[in-house]
């Protein structure tokens, strides 16, 4: 961005909701004021105008190129950068507020004399939630005669925000939900590690658990990707996970489309079955913090091993050092799972679970 002399405001406005001139405004904000020499984070709703933050005297100088960094966090917290044209950091804000958790983007300029003009010349959007279905469907579509439907009431589905998307499966052997839209704008370099939060409510006519994975389409050389398959059972809530960061940079960069690919584990989708039913889904997000990656295949690994042997009664600890312990854990049919946990000396933790093995990393990189 950048201004003539007399501008007396550029604004970026972000998480826009609602947008009627002079009426209903509700969105987030930076107002960059050259006259004042200052920058203002900002929240404006129904209520009024909120200032979050703002720092003064930081060497706005008209008709130069700026850059400005917004990193809206999926926690409710606020990174604001002003950057020089050669990328030099101006300054820095930080705020924490969880009114809103995406919306649109809006650009305005206000001029304090008449012919002054505010340039804007280029708005990229990175977002790593993927879904959240706060605000209709996020672009999200399924395939066939299936539907899509937003719930607010149902707890047991919504682990971000208020609102979760139910599909509602018809006649589809092999239903899929897709996105187009939010992946191509995701940056998969910085938040290589994919979360969706699912609950396969009923499979009619079975009591077979499902089959998920995602797929993930690019337009580099294989053109396809695909995790591996995660069982959960009709009924219960799971967070499927995959850890993109082994791809190319190349690969990552040229995203095409990502899937939420399911069967009836019972009934491949070369069975014949009639697959009616419904499955919900919330809180699609790309983070970049391994450790959450871990804690998800960590507790599908248990659920596995409760499918298998019923509850696990008790934990017993065989052995441990300062760096490893060793032990099993008692399952109700009187199975015992051996395990080991080991302090590695790079500070990252490796734990084996029945000969499957888990990284927990000290950085979450």
């Not at 929240?43 to 005297?57: A, I, M, Q």
């Not at 937003?150 to 599909?167: H, K, M, Q, S, Y």
């Not at 854990?329 to 590695?344: A, C």
């Amino acid at each position: 961005m950048r201004w003539t002399p007399g501008a007396n405001a550029a604004i970026v406005a972000y998480g826009l909701q609602t947008y009627v001139e002079f009426s209903d405004q509700e969105y987030y904000y930076v107002v960059i004021k050259p006259d004042a020499d200052q920058i203002v984070l900002k929240k404006r709703d129904l209520s009024g105008t909120y200032e979050l933050e703002k720092n003064f005297d930081i060497g706005l100088v008209d008709d130069e190129w700026y850059r400005l960094v917004i990193d809206w966090r999926v926690d409710g917290a606020h990174t604001v950068t002003l950057f020089e044209e050669d990328g030099t950091q101006i300054t820095q804000l930080s705020a924490k507020d969880s009114t809103w958790s995406e919306g649109g983007i809006g650009l305005f300029g206000r001029e304090a004399n008449t012919g002054a003009t505010v340039y804007f010349d280029e708005v990229q959007g990175s977002s790593p939630l993927v879904g959240n279905f706060e605000v209709g469907e996020n672009s999200w579509f399924t395939t066939a005669n299936n539907t899509l439907t937003r719930l607010d009431n149902t707890p047991a589905a919504i682990t971000n925000g208020a609102t979760a998307i139910e599909v509602t499966v018809n006649d589809d052997p092999q239903p899929v939900l897709e996105n187009e839209v939010r992946i191509q704008n995701a940056d998969l370099e910085s938040y290589p590690y994919l979360l969706a939060d699912v609950v396969p409510v009923e499979v009619e006519n079975s009591d077979s658990p499902v089959t998920f994975k995602f797929r993930y389409t690019h337009y580099a050389s294989g053109g396809v990707e695909e995790s591996e398959e995660q069982i959960v059972a009709q009924a219960l809530g799971k967070t499927l996970a995959w850890d993109l960061s082994n791809l190319s940079a190349e690969k990552l960069a040229a995203a095409e489309s990502l899937q939420i690919v399911w069967y009836p584990e019972d009934h491949p989708p070369s069975s014949g079955f009639t697959y009616n039913g419904s499955v919900l889904i919330d809180n699609i997000r790309l983070v970049d913090d391994s450790t959450q990656l871990t804690r998800a295949k960590i507790s599908q690994k248990h659920r596995d091993l409760i499918r298998a042997h019923g509850p696990m009664l008790d934990q017993e600890i065989q052995s441990q050092t300062d760096m490893v312990q060793t032990g099993v854990y008692n399952y109700y049919d009187e199975t015992e799972v051996p395990y080991r946990i080991e302090l590695l000396s790079n500070g990252d933790i490796e734990e084996t679970i029945d000969g499957e093995t888990f990284y927990w990393e000290e950085d979450g990189q």
